[in-house]
T-cell receptor, first 116, second 114 residues
Framework: GAVVSQHPSRVICKSGTSVKIECRSL??????MFWYRQFPKKSLMLMAT?????????EQGVEKDKFLINHASLTLSTLTVTSAHPEDSSFYIC????????????FGPGTRLLVL | AQSVTQPDIHITVSEGASLELRCNYS??????LFWYVQSPGQGLQLLLK??????LVQGIKGFEAEFKRSQSSFNLRKPSVHWSDAAEYFC????????????FGKGTMLLVSP
């Protein structure tokens, strides 16, 4: 149980285009999902907290207009990188909290983004 | 503010030998503590967690961790390492409010030698 999927697993795009990454909880409902960014040989940096039916909460320094988050249902959150630039190339990982007020985050397999 | 320190960037252990990965945390109240493992290019898999109760917790793949409040530590152990255990290990701390964000350590890369 507690499986989280991400799609796509890897994507290459041209600079200036937008890319959407999906995060799905497959066997549970998640009121809250999180988006992280991981640089090579670095830890995970929390970008934002995604709450179903409301606006996402962004961490300090994360541009909300660049990283659009939509949590339209209890099993799906999307991260859209708008007007992508090479410096946005990274590994993006989502996680989900089962139910309401759950304590354990379950992570997706990640999405490797390369912007040319 | 909460923080997590993993003092070892990488550790090399012989296959079959025991393993201990260190984790120290800073948190103003009773923390929720986690260990995750990440294989190259993959997401994170939960190994074990501590919320309350018995301070020695058992996880998957033969791992265990001990919560020591006096030392603000939550070290991960395994009595006999297998080559498949080679991966990056992250310790994380969260709050006990029932909903909170996680703060991760910088990770420890485990290398297993034959």
């Amino acid at each position: 149980g507690a499986v989280v999927s991400q799609h796509p697993s890897r994507v290459i795009c041209k600079s200036g285009t937008s890319v959407k990454i999906e995060c799905r909880s497959l066997d549970f409902q998640a009121t809250t999902m999180f988006w992280y960014r991981q640089f090579p040989k670095k830890s995970l940096m929390l970008m934002a907290t995604s709450n179903e039916g409301s606006k996402a909460t962004y961490e300090q320094g994360v541009e909300k207009d660049k990283f659009l988050i939509n949590h339209a249902s209890l099993t799906l959150s999307t991260l859209t990188v708008t007007s992508a630039h090479p410096e946005d190339s990274s590994f993006y990982i989502c996680s989900a909290l089962p139910g309401q007020g759950g304590e354990t985050q379950y992570f997706g397999p990640g999405t490797r983004l390369l912007v040319l | 503010a909460q923080s997590v320190t993993q003092p070892d960037i990488h550790i090399t252990v012989s296959e079959g030998a025991s393993l201990e990965l260190r984790c120290n945390y800073s948190y103003g109240a009773t923390p929720y503590l986690f260990w995750y493992v990440q294989s190259p290019g993959q997401g994170l898999q939960l190994l074990l967690k501590y919320f309350s109760g018995d301070t020695l917790v058992q996880g998957i793949k033969g791992f265990e961790a001990e919560f020591k409040r006096s030392q603000s530590s939550f070290n991960l152990r395994k009595p006999s390492v297998h080559w498949s255990d080679a991966a990056e290990y992250f310790c994380a701390v969260g709050g006990n409010s029932g909903y909170s964000t996680l703060t991760f350590g910088k990770g420890t890369m485990l290398l297993v030698s034959p």
